[in-house]
């Protein structure tokens, strides 16, 4: 961001914000800081300020800011002690990129007074909370140790210095009139912003912060996306590797327990053979009557014949047992597994930051155990504005509900009444896709072909030719009480082959 422009920005906002309060602090992006300010004039403002090393800049925008699931730690610590502040001047330092935001918290002659300092160096553009009083730094985006002898320390606890002077560096120039902001987009050249826009030439804005905003709009709209999807995404790859984890625990489990249901033969070999066996016998050979070869059976040489043919059929019995356990466990695991699948491909599909965040608020990420507690559901606006679900229609005119979050595929399931049909594809995740039969009228095959496309396109299948596609009656898919949204068992089904070329969006 250039000196003078920083500079014009600076001086608008010491126009327009102070007297305004901090209502609201986001980190929607790792670098970059956005204050919500209920100003004087101008009702609510947001107010960018970013550190990051390649499109550092300070600016109001007219973005909508998206709610990340948790707060960074900076973010974090920012609203416990600068939100709720009151801006009481904005100040551009006159020969270098930096901009102090000079606040108030509390009562007028008493309050904490708190300055919030952007630092456009470069590499070492940073964000820091300084004591009004002391001059001491409470807290900072970018901690950075002393690299060597003389260079500066910005850590918090240490004195807040201001950055050296660096060679090059100029004071901004002061505009001789009022400055035309705007956007100078030269042929074979790189676009930038100006203060001294053309009428004709050049787009151009009422303000420098409007030109900044308009500017970096495309940039940030994509970033914005990508770093709520990032966030929204990682508790849930946590969650998905941790059952993958519990699935090999399980897979051993039942090996062990293959072993325990082997030992039933042997249990009834020694008992037609309890005349070889003598206490103090480590094994014996027999005959195995199935495969006509000698086997050997290992015994406890402290138990006699008898002893050692109870306590095999004991560890027999206890695999018969825990079988039925280990393959409910299994089960389980992989439905909720499939359906975190489902909720991920959503979120890794979706290009709107309002379905991310309904997604988020869906399966609500905040839970200390894991970061993801599906039990518990939140509501926000976005979740209570739109359907969690899109609504199509087959050739016929029946009508088709298709999932887009977890959430969406349990509504589909419980409005589901008689005779309507489930779909999902066989191994991929993806929508839960619901045609809603007509009494005393079955779908005809070739609406059951379009569902099947459906069912197909919204999977990760899409595009990858002819896929089995799963068909239940609804009344055979059991949603799962206490699960994650959208886990579910299928007790009997059939498939059908699709490739989703009968379905476009």
């Not at 961001?1 to 992006?29: C, S, T, W, Y």
């Not at 020694?270 to 480590?282: D, E, F, V």
């Amino acid at each position: 961001m250039d000196l003078n422009i920083l500079q014009q920005v600076a001086r608008e906002l010491n126009e327009l914000l102070p007297g305004g309060f901090v209502n609201k602090i986001h980190q929607p992006l790792p670098r970059e800081i956005w204050l919500r300010i209920r100003a004087p004039r101008g009702g609510e403002q947001r107010l960018v300020l970013s550190a990051d090393p390649q499109v550092g800049r300070l600016h109001l925008t007219g973005l909508r800011i998206p709610n990340p699931p948790s707060p960074p730690r900076f973010c974090a610590y920012l609203r416990a002690h600068f939100q709720g502040s009151r801006i009481v001047e904005v100040t551009a330092a006159s020969d270098d990129r930096v901009v102090r935001i000079a606040t108030i918290r509390g009562p007028k002659d008493a309050g904490q007074r708190r300055e919030l300092i952007l630092e456009l160096l470069g590499r070492d553009s940073n964000i820091i909370l300084v004591d009004g009083d002391t001059h001491r730094i409470l807290e900072c985006l970018h901690h950075i140790p002393e690299k060597e002898a003389g260079s500066r320390a910005v850590l918090p606890g240490a004195p807040y210095v201001v950055p050296p002077k660096r060679r090059g560096a100029a004071e901004a120039v002061v505009p001789a009139a009022e400055p035309t902001a705007g956007i100078r987009s030269p042929a074979g050249g790189r676009r930038r912003v100006v203060l001294d826009a053309v009428k004709g030439e050049d787009e151009q804005f009422e303000t420098a912060n409007a030109a900044m905003d308009a500017f970096f709009v495309p940039r940030l709209t994509s970033s914005l996306l990508e770093a709520l999807r990032r966030g929204v995404a990682a508790p849930l790859k946590a969650r998905i590797r941790s059952l993958e984890r519990r699935l090999g625990k399980i897979e051993q489990d039942r090996l062990r327990l293959d072993e325990f249901r082997a030992r039933r033969e042997e249990g009834e070999l020694l008992k037609a053979n309890l005349r070889l066996a003598k206490k103090g016998m480590t094994g014996i050979e027999v005959l195995d009557w199935t495969t006509g070869a000698p086997r050997h059976i290992a015994l406890d040489p402290s138990l006699d014949a008898i002893g050692n043919m109870e306590r095999i059929f004991k560890k027999a019995a206890k695999a018969r047992r825990g079988e039925a356990v280990v393959q409910r466990r299994w089960e389980e695991t992989l439905a909720e597994k499939a359906a975190l699948d489902d909720v991920l491909y959503f979120v890794q599909e979706t290009h709107e930051a309002e379905e991310l965040e309904r997604i988020a608020a869906e399966m609500n990420f905040q839970s200390p155990r894991d970061g993801l507690d599906p039990h518990r559901r939140e509501s926000s606006g976005a979740a209570k504005k739109a359907k969690p679900f899109r609504e199509l229609a087959t050739p016929s005119g029946r009508e088709v509900l298709v999932g887009t979050s977890g959430l969406g595929n349990d509504v589909i399931l419980r409005r589901a009444g008689k005779g309507d049909l489930w779909f999902h594809v066989k191994g991929f995740p993806g929508a839960h896709v619901l045609l809603v039969q007509r009494p005393s009228e079955p779908a005809p095959a070739a609406d059951i072909e379009f569902v099947a496309s459906v069912a197909a396109y919204f999977s990760r299948a899409r595009g990858k030719g002819k896929v089995e596609v799963i068909v239940a009656d609804a009344g055979d898919v059991r949603r799962i009480r206490g699960g994650s949204p959208g886990q579910v068992t299928v007790r009997k089904h059939r498939t059908v082959l699709s490739d989703g070329s009968r379905y476009s969006a």
